[in-house]
C-alpha cells in the first residue's frame, strides 16, 4: 500500500496533508525516513513510525456498541446525533456503519464495521439471523400472543412477519417480554405489538446471531472491539428457522 494512503486512511489528514507531513521526514519506515508518498509500505511486517509513535493498521474494524436512547444509526445526520458521535477518533477514522439499524429510541446491541461483505451477510433475508429484544409492553401479554407471533402476524402494512418466538417475563397491565425475530422491517417489534394490540414502551436488542450483550461489561454509550472468535462465529452463522 502507498504511503499516503495508508497515513490518510488511519486518520493523519488528507493526502495533500500526508505529502506535507512525508516531506518534513517524521515519517520513518525500519528507523529510515520516507518522503516520497509513492513508497509502497507493508503495515503488517513493517516498522512505520510517526514522529516516533508506532503506527497500527488494520483494514477492518469490528465494534460492539450498547447503544443509548437518543441517537441516530446512522453515519451522519445533519441535524441529530448519530452512533458514530461516540466513537474515539482513533476508531471513527475507519469510518464503520451501523449493522442494520435501531431506531432512535431503542437501546442495546449494535454492531458497527467498515466489512461490508460481513454486513451484508448478516442482513441477507437469506440467514435469518436472529436478534432477541427485551421489551416492555402496555398491556398484558397472554399465550394468544404467543401462538400469534409463532404464526406471524399482519402489519399495518399488510405484510405478514415470519415466525417470532414470544417469552412473557411478567404479565399484567404492563408486561416484560423477550421476542425473537430474523428479519428487521420497519420498527418491527413495535408494529408486531401494535397488531395485537399492545403498545412497546422500551425497547433494548440483548442479542444478534451469537453476539450476547453483557450489560456488566459494557455500560449503555460503551463499545469495544469485537475479539477474533466473535468475528468467526459471526461470518460462520448458520440460517435459522424459528
Same mark, same amino acid.
Given at each position: 500500500?502507498?504511503?499516503d494512503?495508508?497515513?490518510?486512511?488511519?486518520?493523519?489528514?488528507?493526502?495533500?496533508?500526508?505529502?506535507?507531513?512525508?516531506?518534513?521526514?517524521?515519517?520513518?519506515?525500519?528507523?529510515?525516513?520516507?518522503?516520497?508518498?509513492?513508497?509502497?509500505?507493508?503495515p503488517?511486517?513493517?516498522?512505520?513510525?510517526?514522529?516516533?509513535?508506532?503506527?497500527?493498521?488494520?483494514?477492518?474494524?469490528?465494534?460492539?456498541?450498547?447503544?443509548?436512547?437518543?441517537?441516530?444509526?446512522?453515519?451522519?445526520?445533519?441535524? @441529530?446525533?448519530?452512533?458514530?458521535?461516540?466513537?474515539?477518533?482513533?476508531?471513527?477514522?475507519? @469510518?464503520?456503519f451501523?449493522?442494520?439499524?435501531?431506531?432512535?429510541?431503542?437501546?442495546?446491541?449494535?454492531?458497527?464495521?467498515?466489512?461490508?461483505?460481513?454486513?451484508? @451477510?448478516?442482513?441477507?433475508p437469506?440467514?435469518?439471523?436472529?436478534?432477541?429484544?427485551?421489551?416492555?409492553?402496555?398491556?398484558?401479554?397472554?399465550?394468544?400472543?404467543?401462538?400469534?407471533?409463532?404464526?406471524?402476524?399482519?402489519?399495518?402494512?399488510?405484510?405478514?412477519?415470519k415466525?417470532?418466538?414470544?417469552?412473557?417475563?411478567?404479565?399484567?397491565?404492563?408486561?416484560?417480554?423477550?421476542?425473537?425475530?430474523?428479519?428487521?422491517?420497519?420498527? @418491527?417489534?413495535k408494529?408486531?405489538?401494535?397488531?395485537?394490540?399492545?403498545?412497546?414502551?422500551?425497547?433494548?436488542?440483548?442479542?444478534?446471531?451469537?453476539?450476547?450483550?453483557?450489560?456488566d461489561?459494557?455500560?449503555?454509550?460503551?463499545?469495544?472491539?469485537?475479539?477474533?472468535?466473535?468475528?468467526?462465529?459471526?461470518?460462520?452463522?448458520?440460517?435459522?428457522?424459528?
Open positions: 500500500m502507498r504511503i494512503k495508508l497515513l490518510a486512511n488511519i486518520g493523519f489528514g488528507s493526502r495533500k496533508e500526508v505529502k506535507q507531513l512525508l516531506k518534513t521526514g517524521a515519517v520513518k519506515v525500519e528507523g529510515e525516513p520516507i518522503k516520497d508518498p509513492k513508497t509502497h509500505v507493508d503488517d511486517h513493517q516498522h512505520i513510525t510517526v514522529n516516533e509513535e508506532k503506527v497500527e493498521y488494520k483494514e477492518f474494524v469490528y465494534l460492539l456498541m450498547n447503544k443509548p436512547a437518543g441517537y441516530l444509526s446512522a453515519t451522519e445526520d445533519e441535524y @441529530q446525533e448519530t452512533v458514530i458521535d461516540l466513537l474515539e477518533m482513533e476508531d471513527a477514522v475507519y @469510518q464503520p451501523p449493522v442494520g439499524r435501531l431506531d432512535k429510541d431503542t437501546e442495546g446491541l449494535l454492531l458497527l464495521t467498515n466489512d461490508g461483505q460481513l454486513s451484508h @451477510q448478516l442482513l441477507s437469506k440467514k435469518h439471523v436472529p436478534k432477541t429484544y427485551y421489551a416492555v409492553i402496555l398491556g398484558e401479554v397472554t399465550e394468544e400472543d404467543i401462538e400469534a407471533f409463532k404464526n406471524g402476524v399482519t402489519l399495518d402494512d399488510g405484510y405478514l412477519t415466525p417470532a418466538i414470544l417469552e412473557i417475563l411478567t404479565a399484567g397491565n404492563q408486561s416484560t417480554i423477550h421476542i425473537t425475530i430474523t428479519e428487521g422491517k420497519f420498527h @418491527q417489534v408494529r408486531m405489538f401494535e397488531s395485537v394490540g399492545k403498545k412497546v414502551t422500551y425497547l433494548k436488542r440483548i442479542s444478534m446471531g451469537p453476539i450476547v450483550l453483557d450489560e461489561e459494557l455500560k449503555i454509550g460503551e463499545y469495544r472491539d469485537l475479539t477474533d472468535e466473535e468475528i468467526e462465529e459471526l461470518r460462520n452463522a448458520k440460517p435459522i428457522e424459528l
